[in-house]
């Protein structure tokens, strides 16, 4: 429950020889995401995908994309190994989560540069 709003299961979609364990893994790191979310979630998807070629150097693909009340925040990562594709595809993805709550460094610098409120104690 979220602000009274119940939150969406994670749809977990796999394509290819997925490892057995990651779909659960993905959709525990991006559930834990969601409490930071400023607005309404209505949907949750995530992809992971794993190349057949193996040629291909990073062969494992993570891709999420969340729906915040119309506006849908997306990160994708490929790694040499589905847990890194997941790892940093959730590191991504909580990074564009707080852009679109309106927090982090491109956020406080805009509140400073409009005249809000700023911390004495970061210059």
Known sequence: MMNGIQTPQV?????????EGSA???????????????RPVLSVRVTLAVAADPAVARPAVARAAIDLN???????AAGQTM?????????????????????????????????G?????SR
Do not use: F, Y
């Open 70 to 76: 119309g506006r849908v925040v997306r990160a994708q």
């Open 83 to 115: 847990r890194a594709a997941i790892e940093q595809m959730s590191d991504r993805l909580r990074v564009r989560l707080g852009r679109a709550a309106g927090t982090g460094r491109r956020a406080a610098a805009r509140s400073r540069r409009c005249g």
């Open 24 to 38: 659960d893994l993905a959709a525990a790191k991006v559930g834990s995401l969601l409490r930071v979310a400023a």
């Open 117 to 121: 409120p700023t911390n004495p104690g």
């Open 11 to 19: 749809r977990v979609e796999t394509r290819g020889r997925v490892p």
